[in-house]
């Protein structure tokens, strides 16, 4: 899936996580978290998981996390790529994409 601008999803509250997405030309991940040291390898695997099944192979993300669980931070990816693809809103199988 093409990133073609920059889009956010989530909040800054505590248990969420923000996620901006953009174009870019190779893929990066820049995570900051206030449980870094402890789950930083788990929070790390799911976004690259999640980013390998929605087809983002560039693009810079970004990842503020408050504590998120798994699927919260699944979620916020998943949302934040596909508003920058512009298919939000275009009947989307949430959650079930191979």
């Known amino acids: 899936m093409e990133l073609k601008h920059e889009a956010l999803a989530g ?14 030309a190779e893929l ?4 900051q ?7 930083g390898r788990q929070i790390k695997a799911v ?3 999640t ?6 192979t560039s693009g810079e993300v970004a990842i503020v996390d408050k504590g998120a669980l798994d ?3 699944k979620a916020r990816i998943e ?10 809103a275009a009947g989307i199988a949430w959650g079930v994409l191979a």
């Not at 980013?51 to 983002?56: E, Q, S």
């Not at 790529?81 to 939000?88: E, G």
């Open 11 to 24: 909040t800054l509250e505590s248990s969420d996580a923000q996620v901006t997405v953009r174009p870019a």
């Open 28 to 31: 990066t991940l820049d995570i």
């Open 33 to 39: 978290s206030s449980v870094l040291n402890q789950y």
């Open 47 to 49: 976004a690259e998981a």
């Open 51 to 56: 980013l390998a099944r929605l087809g983002v």
């Open 71 to 73: 699927c919260t931070l």
């Open 79 to 88: 949302t934040a790529v596909y508003r920058s693809a512009d298919l939000s």
